[in-house]
């Protein structure tokens, strides 16, 4: 099936050129292109900011000079490396237009933003899971948004499904983190399970533990809203600093990330310990960790955010994924027959998947921002006018008008 937005462009794109969607004010794509790859690059420097600002406030406790240096230089790694892609995605706009002869609907955004981020400087692994989950995230929000499958409107908009669907994730990703095979981050990192052990695994009293877990990310969540609400509010702060104590900003701070966070480990924990007291056996463990993560995640119906929800399903599947992996493929049953199963996770594994999928992202959510602007997730949409200094939203706008023109 042809997509309406498609028909619409191929009319409206008609004896059109890179130049009247792109760039009217320079005649030839040459000036044009070295006009931005001058230009642009403050743009992201400004986008990560919060990147460079967070973490630290994050860490209040263990930072230190090496700490600051490191984190400051990849800061101004991911923002160089960021300029390359978008200056080399614009680039492609033009360049596939001259290739192809004429205004394609897929070498609109697509492909350029797709070929921007593959044929970019290489990042570190830690920067380029960053890059793909955020992209993936923001993604899937787009194409639950774009959606017109009758289950999926009705997913999106019961609260009581989202809920039930977060705490199965998070049940997933607790029970696989127990147990000790899969080793990353998430809100809550449980202590793996001990062998013969029938008690609490952490040190000290079971009140302590749990009374400490939610100060710490009750604390973490108000300092996370703080900091975004000083970002969001700088114009106003940088003209009256005292502004900082006024209604308007304390409007402005959102309380209910540091609830959530606040409950998700104290309901955790709590159910934990509880059934720790119950345990026979160890094999109960991983049963017990599965119920609590699923209790855990009641308190998403607080704070019910695309951000923390697609979080939740792409480390689900994340997690999921590299558990898989270490049962079948790990090293232990080297010697045994390989099955099929077995066979075909190894030739998966060894396809660079965060990459591809940092690259179908972001082509995906270049395509979603021009022709589907009302359901494009507002992060990115921020992201794209910041980094190409509103080279692609002056593009949007173009395009919607002609768009419009023709309808
Ligand atoms: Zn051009
Ligand atoms: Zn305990």
Known sequence: MVSSSKLLFNR??????????????????????????????????????????????????????????????????????????????LSAQCGLFHLVGRLNYWCVMFWPCLLGVAIGPPLPNQLLRLQAITFFNMSLEAA?????????????????????????????????????????????????????????????????????????????????????????????????????????????????????????????????????RRRGHEQQALMHTALAGFLAGVPYCIYPTYQIYTLGVTKAIEIAWEYCLTVHTGPTIDEEPKSLRTTVLRHLQRLPMLRLVQMCSFGYL??????????????????????????????KLRLNRWMKEIN
């Open 366 to 395: 270049g395509h979603v921002y021009a022709f589907y602007p009302r359901v494009s997730p507002v992060f990115h949409q921020k992201a794209m006018d910041v980094c190409s200094t509103d080279l692609t939203l002056n593009m």
């Open 12 to 89: 409206a794109s008609l004896g059109r050129t890179c130049r009247d969607l792109w760039h009217p004010q320079f005649a030839s794509c040459l000036a044009y292109n070295v006009h931005f790859w001058r230009t642009i690059l403050p743009g992201s420097f400004k986008l990560y900011i919060p990147f460079l600002v967070l973490p630290p406030l994050v860490k209040l406790n263990d930072v230190d000079w090496r700490y600051l240096w490191d984190h400051t230089l990849q800061y101004a790694y991911i923002s160089f490396c960021t300029y390359v892609q978008a200056a080399l995605s």
């Open 144 to 276: 639950v948004r774009k959606s017109t499958s009758p289950v999926v409107r009705f997913a999106h908009r019961s609260n009581t499904l989202a809920t039930v669907s977060f705490m199965a994730f998070s049940s997933i990703i607790l029970t696989c983190l127990r147990s000790g095979l899969v080793k990353q981050f998430w809100l809550v990192n449980p202590d793996p399970v001990v062998r013969g052990s029938v008690r609490c695994e952490h040190p000290g009293c079971c009140r302590r533990h749990l009374l400490d877990g939610m100060l710490k990310y009750g604390a973490v969540g108000l300092v996370l809203e703080a900091g975004r609400a000083v970002l969001r509010q700088s114009t106003l702060l940088l003209r009256n600093p005292l502004a900082i104590f006024g209604g308007k900003f304390l409007r402005s701070c959102n309380l209910r990330l540091g609830l959530f966070l606040a409950c998700y480990v104290g309901i955790f924990r709590a159910v934990c310990c509880l059934l720790a």
